[in-house]
């Protein structure tokens, strides 16, 4: 049977039955349905031979890993045979090859995949069940505009809900539609922040006016250390056109000592590190403070630029009016409100870290000029991130190396990038906002959700719930969102959130709870332009070709938007009369507008990807307020480096916030719940934090079986935790607390630090009858609970328990 | 999970086969020379057909070892280098003049030295095969195999079930002549009494090499430099500790407590029934013990390397 | 002497991210299971934990990416039964899967674990180097996938001249077995063969 017979025969097969996916499961692998019909050794040596370019097609992998990677698809009789990546050029620096990761590489079981949806579908059992009954295309748009007019009539605008979704971050205008359609229909309620980076966008513009990027990657070479808080670039940057590719480059080229600060052993830390320093997850800004305990008592700082750059590190420059407020420097020794000096020892107990490296540290990070500090976005995703962000930032600017070559912000670092114009999704008539995390309380009771409760933006309070929530290619309706057994029950709760729509490739847990569940093309079989990923020097967009049909009975996201539109009166102002190829070109004559050097619409479909190198040179964050701070104030109520910051001590004064939970103008070690010093540590001793893992990207490619196998989903658990519990290497244990259980097998490993476990965010929810997650899926134990400033997810701030199973 | 079964089977049928086939030949040799070829032959016939099904079995199994048995045929084209070939051959070589000297035997066909002959080259080539599936497990990257021990051990292995499967074997024999006719004279029960002394002191005496080749065995493995070798250790003494025990308990009583009951009571004319209870109880533990032991062997397999 | 293609390794680039394995897999269609180049993980080294509560340490780790090493004296070949296993004239060992009866006698004796059965086949499969497109001035798929660049290929005597002629590192097996053309960089923290653990025995 050759594929293309095998894939016809699909449609007629009815939705996910055994059968079907007996079928699928034989495909996967492409010719494994050929190889037991007489494929012989001959054949593969054939498969052997470069195929003919005119069979090549140019696409991308598009899901939200931050890199972004091209993909050629060998296709033959209508199928994709085999995947290769960028193979441009002669892999120069500057216009090196953007190769794929494992992921982009495993593609085709991605495409080909048992859990594909082919047809639109209604909910017919309890929400969430996964009972679902095939529909027309017709009866499923006639549902959803009947569905959104009604809500738009009874509760107004601000009752439909766009929710955060990644599935196809890399796109430039498959992303985009929703909001289109939903602006052209009088607006929708939107969110701010992202799972991925809540707390370090929302907490750093308080101590630097924006949510700065630290120098590029390429300045490591012209610094003598390199210290990295939770930074992981070649576990989360794996493309070998990005991060992981450049910090190597770059960390060889000169000849700087790395230090990775991390609870685990990373593969950045394997690759690059110098020194690793274990540190218990949450407590950054403990070891901070410690850091700066040791600069300031031993006279390190660099006093000229605090005094110029910064305020409100000492007495002598708090901010007017502030004047009776601690300063730093009393935050630290000990002398403010506290009374607690932060001494190295006072660190050591909280961190982990011995007291004597902690002095040792201070000094190497003070005394070694210039320094590059950078950070991960793993501090920040804890329930006192927004805390550890300007904590960390406080070591280049207590050493003054902020707007220096060699040194750094604090923050993440940065990238060269061209720039495609965007996708017009028009304005949104609706100004409210809430955080992206905060939806389940719009479902349940909206207008206890305040501006200073919940961090409501654009109104006082909410006024009404959520009532017809829009999920398109996300995973957050239930994996990727927190406290999977609380948000079930809300979701269950179908008088609450009326309709829930999902548009998916792949039967995720979040398309589960779908009332009406329709199939999308995936990014395969759409075309498309994705701009470039983080790679430093370089920048590119890829022309992501429609490379096969779409299968089954899937649509292109454009026409369900279309039809929607059509029902609901507004299809000409949202299609303007373009096709997607029309808007393609639009977006290309737009981009060409700005920059007259990107190729034309065929030329660019032509090349594939289009590459530039950094014409200048490398970016130095901050650089012209060091050179001039007059002249080029930051864009802070000050214009300095607000160390205390006004702004958030109005808000520690006015916002009303749980108990337990702090902001304050100062950046602080605050203990929280699930931390070091939480009661329930008693019952739940070990720490555990969520890492990205390479199997996955957060949920996606999660159902491919390459990927299962070559990076197999485990507990991370040090020797001694494990032996203390009677758990060996590739044993299964359950991990549970008060919120929930898992089974997954034991990766016991020297790579993680006593006390702390981690299992890899993104395991798709797979629960059994009991309510027991099977698959090591992270988010049945971790707690809805929003952060205090940024109202975001802090999903690395968990305690758990784990036993053999 | 293990999937070696089909090679437990294998070796041991073959060696067991090897083994009856040497010491029948022995036995058969001896009695014929004390008296006569005709009193011999009722005495080992029927045991020598017994062979050959056991041989047939081990052959048919150690194909499902194959995942792709249609191939099987050029298995023995690498015999310059490649002692699984040599093994396969030999096997093939063993079977086949087994098959047909039982046949000649069977239906007296030919002169006795020309039968005798066949047996000759027959139990050569048996010894030869027994040494070459020794040869199959010695390769380099496998410490737990890599080692003349491998060859000692499946020579015990081969006489000592050999001998004692031959000595309940004859016991059936007799009891089954004596079934069809009561009568059968002194000289046939004095032919299998004397034999059962024999066969006795063998495998007392293979139970004796035994011991000393096992912690000569371990020795070895404990000083091997390999995490192989160390890993070998842990499955024998730690995952698989009581089933190495239990080895070592039934070959004790099988080769050792039973074989010297049989003795005696061979020695002192014994009943029939006595010395078939001993000699079968002796041999279905020998059986048992050799089962787990190259169970142990397959499962104590750790490669070096990745 | 006649050609002997051969893989280089980088260790101190290797990120174990596993790309070679999958674009492998990718090309030639392998099941799970089936997985010609693997990547192992090398651990080593202990916690010490002190009384006020800190932790110190001096673990060390690194990964290997191995396929089939086509090696000088490849076990797997003396071994088959068969004589589907045979080395090329540029010193690629292959193996006629036409041939093979499936008898995993060369899985017992690679120290590499390079022959790979495909139980779907019930044969024994293994990396072919890429014979086909590396002949026609192609790059093996492994080669061309690395995201680091650790992974290069060429004649096996080029690159022990570039890059010397380092052969073994724990936890690969010593060279002596069979001579493996592979020429590796090892890591910063490499250690000697026989050393540390294989942290990933169920990834290789």
Not at chain 1, 376 to 401: F, K
Request: glycine share 8%; charged share 20%.
């Amino acid at each position: 049977m050759n594929e293309n017979a095998f894939l016809n025969d699909l449609v007629t097969d009815s939705v996910m039955s055994r059968r079907s996916f007996m079928k699928w499961s034989a495909a996967l692998g492409g010719t494994a349905a050929l190889v037991t019909s007489g494929f012989e050794f001959a054949e593969a040596v054939a498969r052997d031979v470069p195929i003919a370019a005119d069979n090549v097609v140019w696409s991308c992998c598009t899901v939200n890993c931050g890199s972004r990677c091209p993909l050629r698809y060998f296709v033959k009789d209508g199928a994709i045979i085999r995947v290769e990546t960028d193979n441009t050029g002669d892999d120069t620096f500057g216009m090196h090859q953007v190769r794929a990761c494992l992921r982009g590489r495993a593609i085709r079981q991605r495409i080909y995949n048992p859990d594909r949806i082919k047809y639109p579908m209604k909910r017919v059992g309890k929400r969430g069940e996964g009972k679902f009954e095939r529909i027309t295309w017709e009866e499923a748009w006639d549902t959803i505009a009947n569905k959104l007019r009604d809500v738009i009539d009874q509760y107004g605008n601000e009752a439909v809900y766009v929710h955060y979704a990644s599935g196809p971050a890399g796109t430039t205008i498959t992303r985009a539609f929703f909001r289109r359609l939903m602006n052209c229909l009088g607006g929708f309620l939107d969110y701010y922040g992202t799972y991925s980076t809540a707390q370090i966008q929302d907490a750093m513009p308080y101590t630097y006016g924006s949510n700065v990027a630290t120098n590029s990657i390429e300045d490591m070479a012209n610094t003598k250390l390199v210290v990295y808080f939770g930074a992981n670039p070649c576990e989360t940057r794996m493309s070998g056109g990005g991060m992981n590719f450049s910090v190597q480059k770059f960390k060889r080229q000169g000849d700087a000592r790395l230090i990775v600060i991390d609870p685990r052993y990373t593969d950045t830390a394997v690759t690059v590190a110098d020194e690793w320093i274990p540190i218990r997850p949450g407590t950054d800004a403990a070891l901070v403070n410690g850091l700066a305990y040791v600069m300031i008592t031993e006279n390190l700082q660099d006093q000229e630029f605090l005094d110029t750059y910064c305020i409100g590190f000492d007495r002598e420059h708090m901010p007017e009016g502030y004047e009776n407020e601690d300063s730093y420097k009393d935050y630290i020794l000990g002398t403010g409100a506290d009374q607690t000096p932060k001494t190295p020892q006072w660190a050591a107990e909280i961190t982990g870290i011995p007291a004597a490296k902690i002095v040792q540290l201070a000094r190497e990070i003070a005394l070694t000029k210039p320094c590059y500090i950078a950070q991960g976005w793993g501090p920040q995703r804890h329930a006192n991130g927004e805390q550890s962000v300007r904590a960390i930032a406080m070591l280049p600017i207590l050493t003054g190396n902020v707007g220096i070559q060699g040194g750094g912000t604090g923050a993440r670092d940065n990238s060269f990038k061209i720039s495609v114009a965007a996708f017009p999704t028009l304005t949104n008539p609706v100004q409210t906002s809430i955080s992206f995390y905060t939806w389940p309380e719009a479902i349940t009771h909206p207008t206890e959700m305040t501006a200073t409760t919940h961090g409501v933006r654009g109104k006082e309070r909410l006024e009404v719930p959520i009532k017809f929530l829009w999920n398109y290619a996300g995973n957050a309706l239930i994996n990727q969102h927190s406290a999977v057994n609380e948000t079930r029950a809300i979701l269950e709760d179908d008088s609450l959130c009326e309709m829930i729509v999902v548009i998916e490739n792949h039967m995720t847990a979040s398309a589960l709870f779908a009332d009406i569940l329709l199939p999308d093309t995936t990014n395969f079989e759409k075309m498309d332009i994705a701009p470039n990923g983080d790679t430093s020097n370089m920048g590119y967009a890829i022309f992501t070709e429609a490379a096969i049909e779409p299968l089954f009975e899937t649509r292109h996201i454009y026409d369900m938007c279309q039809e929607i539109a059509k029902r609901l009166g507004v299809e000409e102002a949202f299609t303007e009369g373009r096709t997607v190829e029309d808007w393609l070109r639009y977006v290309v004559e737009q981009t060409r507008e700005n920059n007259p050097n990107f190729p034309e619409f065929e030329a660019f479909r032509d090349m594939g990807i289009y590459k530039v190198t950094n014409p200048g040179s490398p970016s130095i964050a901050l650089k012209s307020f060091r050179d001039d701070p007059v002249a080029n104030p930051l864009p802070t109520p000050s214009g300095l480096i607000e160390i205390f910051s006004p702004r958030l001590h109005e808000k520690s004064q006015t916002w009303e916030l749980p108990e337990g939970d702090v902001i304050s103008a100062l950046p602080m070690y605050t203990p929280t719940w699930d931390g070091l010093e939480d009661p329930n540590r008693e019952r739940y001793p070990l720490q555990m934090i969520t890492h990205h893992y390479k199997q996955r990207t957060h949920s996606s490619y999660g159902n491919v079986e390459w990927l299962k196998e070559a990076a197999p989903q485990e507990l991370w658990i040090n020797p001694i935790d494990a032996s203390a519990r009677g758990i060996e290497h590739g044993d299964y244990v359950y991990v549970f607390n008060d919120r929930g259980r898992t089974r997954v097998p034991a990766k016991v490993t020297n790579r993680i630090m006593p006390g702390v476990t981690s299992l890899p965010q993104g395991a798709w929810y797979t629960p059994d009858a009991n309510g027991v997650d099977q698959n090591g899926s992270a988010n049945i134990l971790t707690l809805y609970r929003p952060s205090p400033l940024a109202k975001g997810n802090p999903q690395h701030t968990n305690l758990v328990q784990v036993e053999k199973a | 999970m293990f999937s070696e079964w089909p090679l437990i089977v294998f070796t041991i049928v073959m060696q067991l086969a090897v083994g009856s086939f040497v010491i029948l030949g022995g036995i058969h040799f001896f009695a014929a020379r004390r008296y006569g070829s005709k009193e011999a032959d009722k005495l080992s016939d029927y045991a020598l057909l017994a062979i050959g099904p056991a041989v047939a079995l081990g052959i048919i199994l150690s194909l499902l070892h194959l995942g792709n048995p249609m191939n099987a045929p050029y298995a023995i084209a690498h015999f310059g280098t490649s002692w699984l070939s040599r093994e396969i051959i030999l096997s093939l070589a063993f079977s086949g003049i087994g098959a047909v000297f039982a046949l000649l035997q069977w239906r007296k066909i030919g002169s006795s030295t020309l039968r005798n002959a066949l047996a000759l080259i027959g139990a050569a080539v048996g010894l030869v095969l027994v040494y070459a599936i020794s040869m199959v497990y010695q390769i380099a990257t496998v410490p737990a195999w890599n080692t003349p021990l491998t060859t000692v051990s499946f020579f015990i292995t081969a006489f000592l079930l050999g001998s004692l499967a031959i000595g309940a074997a004859l016991v059936i024999n007799y009891w089954n002549l004596r079934r069809k006719s009561a009568d059968q004279g002194n000289t046939q029960y004095t032919m299998l009494a004397t034999t059962l002394k024999w066969i006795a002191l063998i495998s007392v005496v293979l139970l004796g090499m035994q011991f000393i080749v096992i912690p000569l065995y371990l020795a070895a493995l404990a000083t091997n430099p390999t995490n192989a070798a160390s890993d070998s250790l842990d499955v024998l003494f730690s995952e698989y500790g009581l089933l190495f025990v239990l080895r070592l308990v039934l070959i004790f009583l099988g080769a050792g407590v039973f074989a010297v009951f049989l003795y005696r009571m061979a020695s002192s004319n014994g009943s029939v029934r006595v010395l078939g209870n001993l000699a079968v109880i002796a041999f279905t533990l020998v059986l048992v013990s050799e089962v787990l032991g190259r169970f142990l062997f397959y499962a104590s397999m750790v490669r070096v390397g990745i | 002497m006649a050609k002997q293609y051969a893989f280089y390794f980088d260790s101190n680039l290797c990120t174990g991210c596993k790309a070679c394995q999958i674009a492998c897999k990718d090309k030639w269609d392998l099941d799970v299971g089936v997985t010609w180049r693997r990547v192992a993980e090398f651990g080593d080294g202990e916690w010490a934990v002190h009384n006020d509560g800190t932790y110190t340490q001096n673990i060390s780790s690194y990964y290997v990416s191995v396929a089939c090493n086509h090696c000088s004296s490849p076990e797997c070949l003396p071994n088959c039964p068969t004589e589907a296993i045979t080395k090329n004239e540029d010193g690629v060992v292959m193996i006629d899967e036409s041939r093979c009866i499936g008898c995993r006698y060369c899985e017992w004796a690679c120290p590499y674990s390079a022959p790979q059965f495909d139980a779907k086949r019930g044969v024994m499969t293994k990396c072919n180097f890429c014979y086909e497109t590396v002949s026609q001035g192609g790059v093996p798929s492994c080669v061309a996938a690395c995201p680091t660049r650790a992974l290069k290929f060429g004649e096996l005597e080029e690159l022990q001249a570039l890059y010397g002629t380092v052969s073994e590192v724990a936890p690969l097996p010593s060279a002596s077995y069979t001579n493996p053309s592979l020429v590796i960089t090892p890591h910063r923290n490499s250690a000697p063969v026989g050393t540390g653990e294989l942290a990933n025995p169920e990834e290789v």
